[in-house]
């Protein structure tokens, strides 16, 4: 057998292991918006009900034809097989330990929570309003951050003209809580 077909170093990761998404850190709680919970149902049923059954059926297809070795349906999709079962898993593992925390109960409103949509102000003038969510609904398009990223533990039980001081790359930054909403908040 030539070596190009051995694995060189037998604790290196496969590539199916190389995408897994990160835990979460030792004792930190799972946090989720009802949407987002739901969201990551809806992917979960779609998975099971939908996708991997049409790939079985490629598959099993495929497998049919005779010679795997050589049969690119087989092959590619055996591999989707299994990135489906991983995100199968972690989705049913994320789920299980969900806490779900529905920001349109939250009481004190005057206050940043979980859920909060916070607008604040950096030292130079420039505004970001951001929305605190769950670590597996982070959306930088949306600009959803995690609660346990460091601008939002900055944030976190501050009050609207509260200055807090922000740990950055660049150094310790102060910025300035402008305004606080949650969902069912007049606009």
Known sequence: MSKAFTRENDSAPDDDEADDPKPLPKGVKNYMTPEGFQRMQEELRS????????????????????????????????????????RIRFLTKRLESAEVVDPTLQKNRDRVFFGATVTYAREDGTENTITIVGADEVDMDRAHVSWISPIARALLKAQEGDVVDLRTPAGLEQIEVVAIRYPGDAA
């Open 47 to 86: 998975l099971l009900r939908v996708e991997r059954p049409k790939v079985v059926e490629v598959v099993s297809w495929a497998a049919g034809n005779g010679d795997r070795s050589e049969n690119g349906d087989y092959i590619y999709g055996k591999k989707r097989l299994r990135e489906i079962d991983r």
